[in-house]
């Protein structure tokens, strides 16, 4: 596996939630200094997000359960007391004798292994199938370097970083946010964009739970920039200028 497809997945599973404990802290500090690999956290947030928000609950027809009723053990167990739920069914059978009885492992331990491989190989393509739109549009999309930033936790705070992407094609400014600590309602987090020898000049509000996307001119965004988030009173700086704590900041960097 080449250095690239192996961090792609590690980004994946980042995202999914499934690298956890020391993996996960040790994937948090490589992203602080790879800003390749923050970008590639960002796309799998946008295209697990986009898929995310785009599925609908599908509610299965009412013939379906009336079926699994009348193959229950006890056609009136409900006015028996007894539950009868799917939950339920997932771990009763029936014995010849009408009783029910948990349900017994499978003799074969080859067998149900082969089951799960099977099962797996189908969820993957499946979520290949899914998914290989999407990375089409993103690797069409992103056409030369793209101007990025990690804003590290000013304080420290291990894992707590906001990823800044641009998208050239939209003259769109995407920031993502990992494991941020939640804004009481009486303030805001306020994005700035520090250019040398000049005041912050304010880039509007983020989110500190879901991404943020702000309209900007990309030629801002040169190599001597620092973007910095800053906490607010709710609705952003009075001055113009940042009055508050400065929590998260990192400079523009190309890849």
């Known amino acids: 596996m080449s250095e690239h497809t192996r961090n792609d997945a590690l980004a994946a599973e980042y995202v999914l939630g499934t690298l956890r404990g020391a993996a996960r802290r040790r994937f948090e500090t490589l992203m602080e200094g790879d800003p390749a690999l923050a970008t590639k956290v960002g796309q799998w947030q946008e295209t697990l997000g986009v898929l995310d928000a785009t599925d609908q609950p599908v509610q299965p027809p009412a013939r379906v359960w009336r079926a699994i009723q009348s193959r ?9 007391g007894i539950n009868v739920s799917p939950a339920s069914l997932s771990s009763i059978d029936a014995t010849p004798s009408g009783q ?10 080859a067998a149900n292994h082969g089951w799960q491989l099977v099962s797996f190989a189908l969820a993957a393509s499946l979520a290949g199938v899914l998914l290989w739109p999407r990375f089409q549009v993103l690797n069409e ?3 030369g370097p793209r101007p990025v930033a990690v804003l590290a936790s000013a304080q420290g705070e291990g894992g707590q970083q906001i990823v800044a992407s641009f998208d050239a094609n939209n003259g769109m400014l995407v920031l993502t946010p990992l494991n941020l600590a939640s804004i009481d309602t009486e303030h805001s987090l306020e994005l700035w964009l520090i250019a040398k020898d000049q ?22 965004l040169t190599s001597d920039v620092t973007l910095a988030v800053s906490l607010e009173p709710s609705g ?20």
Do not use: C, E, F, M
């Open 72 to 80: 229950l053990p006890h056609p009136h167990a409900a006015d028996q």
């Open 100 to 109: 029910l009885s948990p349900i017994t492992k499978p003799k074969s331990r």
């Open 141 to 143: 999309a992103d056409t």
């Open 199 to 220: 005041k912050p000049a304010p880039l509007g509000l983020i989110q500190a739970d879901s991404n943020t996307v702000l309209v900007l001119d990309k030629t801002r």
């Open 236 to 255: 952003g700086s009075p001055t113009g200028q940042p009055t508050g704590a400065v929590l998260y900041a990192g400079k523009i960097s190309r890849i």
